[in-house]
């Protein structure tokens, strides 16, 4: 008995050994940096799974109950109503949840499949890690996400294809949407525009760009000849109807805008022009307009 009672410690004592309580690293900054990882307490798996549930019930209340009133504060709880009022239905399942401590750092860290079928009719499935920062109440402080987007998506990042006039390296690459705030520029100079706002007007333009209009004719122009843009005008109306940026897959970070909308003109001698326009401006690495294609009918 006394022989099996000893094998037995030792076997425990030998499985003890092999299952390390610690692990991993932080490299970052702060008090914690080079502590190992530890793993959390189970109620923080349960408050995740408790939390994907109010978010796929699209209960909002519930749902807010889980983060602090710092980060679920009223501007962001009327975003998460409005994000879920959207869809027809939302699912969150989680598949791995890892609650995690390291010194006074608090996570739980979670993978998780998510299906969103919205009312405007679009869809998507996404793989999803998740990364939710703990307070010492255990409700979240902050969040961030990860994702893998399905190829049963309705729609993706990128698509369509560039050809070009002869062939060369970008030859068969994708586009991709472009984020380096040209959305806003072109925005900002459309009021600008119809302020009649020359000096507004030029933060959008490179010092020298190139025209390319409707009539098919060719000017370059350099900022300081806008000057006088607006002189034969007594007013202009321009209304935009899209602005959608995008570049060509994995290449520098110069992009084009394609942009329509409709504008209107009345001159000073009692002229009035009108057209429907469709217009590229090429912005360049710094972010300015460099050169616009026009057409219109």
Not at 14 to 38: F, I, Q
Not at 91 to 118: C, H
Not at 202 to 231: I, M, W
């Amino acid at each position: 008995m006394k022989l099996i009672i000893k094998s037995l410690a030792t076997i425990f004592i030998v499985s003890n050994m092999a299952c390390e309580s610690s692990g991993g690293v932080w490299l970052g900054e702060g008090n914690n940096s080079g502590n190992s990882y530890t793993f959390g307490p189970n109620q923080d798996v349960e408050m995740l799974k408790n939390l994907a549930k109010a978010y796929s019930e699209k209960n909002v209340e519930k749902l807010s109950s889980y983060y602090s009133q710092e980060y679920m504060n009223e501007s962001r709880k009327e975003n998460y109503s409005k994000w879920l009022n959207s869809m027809e239905s939302i699912t969150m399942k989680p598949y791995k949840i890892i609650p995690l401590r390291n010194g006074d750092f608090k996570q739980v860290i979670a993978w998780s499949k998510e299906e969103r079928i919205s009312k405007n009719g679009s869809y998507e499935k996404l793989d999803l890690m998740e990364s939710f920062v703990l307070g010492d109440d255990g409700k979240v402080e902050s969040f961030k996400q990860w994702k893998a987007i399905d190829s049963v998506n309705f729609g993706m990042s990128y698509g369509g294809k560039f050809f070009g006039k002869e062939q060369n390296s970008n030859t068969g690459r994708p586009f991709v949407f472009s984020n380096r705030n040209e959305t806003k520029i072109i925005e900002n100079f459309v009021a600008s525009y119809n302020k009649m706002d020359v000096d507004g007007m030029k933060n959008a333009f490179a010092e020298e760009f190139t025209l390319n209009d409707y009539r098919g004719q060719k000017v370059k122009y350099k900022k300081s000849e806008l000057d006088n843009f607006f002189k034969p005008f007594k007013s202009v109306n321009w209304k935009l109807n899209a602005i959608i940026p995008i570049k060509i897959a994995n290449t520098d970070a110069a992009s084009g805008v394609i942009v329509r909308g409709t504008e209107s003109r009345v001159l000073k001698n009692g002229r009035k022009w009108k057209k429907d326009l469709m217009e590229i401006y090429y912005f360049d690495l710094e972010g300015k307009i460099s050169s616009m294609e026009q057409f219109a009918k």
